[in-house]
């Protein structure tokens, strides 16, 4: 037995104890080459309610070579104390990889299962009453090997199922108050929508007045505002007449000074230019 194969049979069978697996139980046996375990048949299925065990047969190549497969129990899927022939085991090593473990093994064995065996090796077919009633009778089998007790398994079962089945309950209890309170808020907000309109109506009369007569200060104040603002523009324009009146009177004011300044300046330059003449 080599110290590789030990690590890692010994890491999957811990991974196993930390994360079990539902539905499965495994036992390993002192040399941890067979690997013996026992998994609950798919539901809604002929193998529902039974539990089927088997073992694991693992060479000492393992992971690189694959294991093979035994059933210990009746089951009427496949024959017992005979390896099956499946993609997964030693029957066809071609297709095996070495990342695939103990668990992927045994939930690929679980969901084989229910195909139909045609004629592979190991496989046997049986009307879906016999494996109904191989599935009831599996449920006593106790493997003296390993010491696996189906009875007891069958009983973690049912427990597992009625708590599940009481936390369905409790969700859906959950939702049902949770709508229930919705409407109930919902029932209240309309209510008091309700209140407030009638409210809104018994007190609309006199409301009405006071809201005609803040009405008629309001066009009075917009009334007046805008008298306010019409006085204002007429004095501009005054303003504005009585500034346009001055430029005018400063204009020709001005003009008629330039006109006095160039007629004075014409009389003295003809006057200066009759001096000049009688001196000659």
């Known amino acids: 037995m080599s110290s590789k194969f030990i690590r890692r049979v010994t890491s999957e069978l811990k991974d196993l104890a930390k994360k079990?697996?539902?539905g499965f139980k495994i036992a390993?046996?002192?040399d941890m080459h067979e690997i013996h375990f026992s998994m609950e048949g798919a539901d809604d299925s002929v193998y529902s309610g039974g539990i089927y065990h088997g073992r694991l047969i693992l060479s000492s190549d393992y992971p690189f070579h694959p294991p093979d497969i035994e059933l210990l129990n009746p089951n009427g899927r496949w024959e017992i104390n005979r390896p099956i022939c499946l993609s997964i085991t030693s029957f066809h090593k071609e297709s095996?990889?070495?990342s695939w473990n103990i668990r992927s093994v045994l939930i690929a064995l679980q969901s084989v299962m229910l195909d139909p065996g045609l004629g592979a090796v190991g496989a046997i077919e049986l009307?879906?009453?016999e494996r109904k009633r191989l599935a009831l009778k599996s449920r006593c089998y106790k493997c003296l090997a390993c010491k696996i007790d189906?009875?007891?398994?069958?009983?973690e079962k049912e427990e597992r199922e009625r708590e599940e089945k009481k936390k369905r309950e409790e969700e859906?209890?959950?939702k049902e108050e949770m709508k229930?309170?919705?409407k109930t808020e919902g029932d209240g907000i309309l209510d008091d929508k309700i209140d407030s309109e009638k409210v809104v109506v018994h007190t609309s009369s006199s409301d009405g007045?006071?809201?005609e007569e803040k009405g008629e200060t309001k066009k009075k104040r917009k009334i007046k505002k805008k008298r306010q603002i019409g006085d204002k523009m007429v004095q501009s324009f005054d303003k504005e007449r009585d500034h346009k009146r001055l430029r005018t009177i400063l204009t020709l004011f001005v003009f008629i000074i330039i006109i006095g300044v160039a007629f004075g300046y014409g009389v003295k330059v003809r006057i200066d230019n009759s001096s000049s003449f009688g001196e000659i």
């Open 209 to 211: 007045v006071k809201q």
């Open 28 to 30: 390993p046996l002192s």
């Open 20 to 22: 079990p697996q539902v």
């Open 127 to 129: 009307p879906s009453d």
């Open 172 to 174: 859906e209890k959950r």
């Open 96 to 98: 095996w990889a070495a």
């Open 150 to 155: 189906h009875k007891e398994m069958y009983s």
């Open 180 to 182: 229930e309170k919705e």
